[in-house]
């Protein structure tokens, strides 16, 4: 019971801040002239971060508005602490942030695509992972929380990076979030490995698209 109000009690959580974001609604053309900033990495497939860990920059084509949103929103703040993104999203304003996600969102997505499977979890990654589609969605690309990304398909490099960032909010690249730091606390490196590996392999819709420096 107690697992269940916890549950509830996060979903609404991620509702209440949805709701406030929901004010400023973002225009996906006036996004396409704002992400001069993001293509030089999100923009070159298999491109990678160099500092402060190797590891290739996150797909965000066809991520949720509202994740990406919720993490500009973050590094702005400092609650994401990545130097580079701090830097870039703290010159943004609430109205440039919604316009990228309502950009992002829509850059290779398409809304007759079929929603990947259920992904059948691996018995040694049950324990670790059955809370995980509360929020990410049994395939974990239909996430059912506002604000909860899709990680089908995403980098496992990047995810396992991730991971290790919300162990340790305090870190130059440290990521603080009530949610997942419990989620992933007690995960041992092998843990981590695993199961960035077996989310990064499954289908899903993210997309790196290529897109060029050049504006007319």
């Keep these: 019971m107690k697992k269940t109000s ?16 929901a004010d400023i609604k973002g225009d996906a053309q006036a996004g396409a002239q704002k992400n001069a900033m993001c293509i030089g990495c999100h923009g070159i497939p298999g491109y990678h971060a160099s500092f402060p860990r190797v590891y290739k ?3 965000i084509s066809g991520q949720k508005a509202d994740y990406i949103a919720a993490a500009l929103t973050a590094y702005r703040k400092g609650d994401r602490r990545h130097p580079s993104m701090r830097g870039i999203a703290g010159s943004l304003s609430d109205q440039d942030i919604a316009d990228l996600a309502a950009y992002y969102s829509q850059h290779g997505h398409s809304d007759t695509a079929a ?97 060029s420096r050049l504006r007319r």
């Design 6 to 21: 916890w549950i509830v009690g996060l979903a609404l959580a991620g509702t209440l801040g949805a709701a406030t974001a």
């Design 57 to 59: 920059v996150p797909m």
């Design 115 to 211: 929603a990947p499977p259920d992904a059948a979890l691996p018995s040694a990654l049950q324990d670790k992972l059955a809370i995980c589609v509360t929020c990410h969605g049994a395939n974990f690309s239909t996430p059912t929380t506002p604000g909860a990304p899709r990680l089908a398909g995403q980098h496992a490099d990047y995810l396992a990076v991730a991971m290790r960032n919300y162990q340790a909010p305090g870190a130059m690249v440290g990521n603080n979030n009530a949610i997942m730091a419990p989620m992933v606390k007690d995960l041992q490196p092998a843990d981590i490995r695993a199961i960035a590996d077996y989310l990064g392999g499954l289908p899903g819709e993210l997309h790196t698209i290529p897109e």
